[in-house]
Antibody, heavy 118, light 107 residues
Framework: EVQLVQSGAEVKKPGESLKISCKGSGYRFTSYWIGWVRQMPGKGLEWMGI????????RYSPSFQGQVTISADKSISTAYLQWSSLKASDTAVYYC???????????WGQGTLVTVSS | DIQMTQSPSSLSASVGDRITITCRASQSISSYLNWYQQKPGKAPKLLIYAASSLQSGVPSRFSGSASGTDFTLTISSVQPEDFATYYC?????????FGQGTKVEIK
C-alpha cells in the first residue's frame, strides 16, 4: 500500500528555521516525483515545487523560489521542505504528494500544520 | 505561469442534482488537466486525470470533459458525500497551477 506520512504539527516563532518531512512507503521512492502544496487558512491549494528523489532534480514555483528548499534523502525514502527564516505568512498546512506518471498527484500525505507566531 | 480560472466559486445543490464546474486555462494545455476533491481537514483526493479519465475507485457519477481551453467536471447525481471543495490543476507545465476552488454546499 502506497503511503506518505508527514511529520507532526509545528509551532514556531518568526525568524526561526524549520524542516518538515514526508516519508514514502509501499512503492519505489526513487521513481516518482514528490511535490509540496501549501494551503493557507481558509484558502486554496498552491503548488510549491517538486523533487525527483532518484537524482534530486528539483523544480520550484517562482512564487516559492528562494523562500523554501525542497530536498530528499533516498536512503530513507523521505522528502523535506525547509525554511531558513519563517514569517507569520508561512502559517499554513503543507501537503506532500506523489506525482504519478501522467503528472497527477495520486497519493497525498496527511498534511503538516505549521503555525508561525510571536 | 498558466492561470486556471474556476467557476463558480461556490454553488448550492440538492442531493440528486446534476452539477457542473468549469475550469478555464489561460493558454492551451491540451488534456493536461486534473480534478481533485477536498473535504474539510483532509488532504485532496484525485478524481479525474488527463481531463476525462476516472481515477480508480472514484464513482462513475463523476466525469470530466474538455473543449479547447475549457474543462468541465460534472457530477451526474450529487450524493451527500460529494459536498466538498473541488480544484482543477494543469500539469502542462511547471508551476503546475491549481484553480481557486469551487465549494459545493447543500441547498
Amino acid at each position: 500500500e502506497v503511503q506518505l506520512v508527514q511529520s507532526g504539527a509545528e509551532v514556531k516563532k518568526p525568524g526561526e528555521s524549520l524542516k518538515i518531512s514526508c516519508k514514502g512507503s509501499g512503492y519505489r521512492f526513487t521513481s516518482y516525483w514528490i511535490g509540496w502544496v501549501r494551503q493557507m487558512p481558509g484558502k486554496g491549494l498552491e503548488w510549491m515545487g517538486i523533487i525527483y528523489p532518484g537524482d534530486s532534480d528539483t523544480r520550484y514555483s517562482p512564487s516559492f523560489q528562494g523562500q523554501v528548499t525542497i530536498s530528499a534523502d533516498k536512503s530513507i525514502s523521505t522528502a523535506y521542505l525547509q525554511w531558513s527564516s519563517l514569517k507569520a505568512s508561512d502559517t499554513a498546512v503543507y501537503y506532500c504528494a506523489r506525482e504519478a506518471a501522467g503528472g497527477s498527484f495520486d497519493y497525498w500525505g496527511q498534511g503538516t500544520l505549521v503555525t508561525v507566531s510571536s | 505561469d498558466i492561470q486556471m480560472t474556476q467557476s463558480p466559486s461556490s454553488l448550492s445543490a440538492s442531493v440528486g442534482d446534476r452539477i457542473t464546474i468549469t475550469c478555464r486555462a489561460s493558454q492551451s494545455i491540451s488534456s493536461y488537466l486534473n480534478w481533485y476533491q477536498q473535504k474539510p481537514g483532509k488532504a485532496p483526493k484525485l478524481l479525474i486525470y488527463a481531463a476525462s479519465s476516472l481515477q480508480s475507485g472514484v464513482p462513475s457519477r463523476f466525469s470530466g470533459s474538455a473543449s479547447g481551453t475549457d474543462f468541465t467536471l460534472t457530477i451526474s447525481s450529487v450524493q451527500p458525500e460529494d459536498f466538498a471543495t473541488y480544484y482543477c490543476q494543469q500539469i502542462y507545465s511547471t508551476p503546475r497551477t491549481f484553480g481557486q476552488g469551487t465549494k459545493v454546499e447543500i441547498k
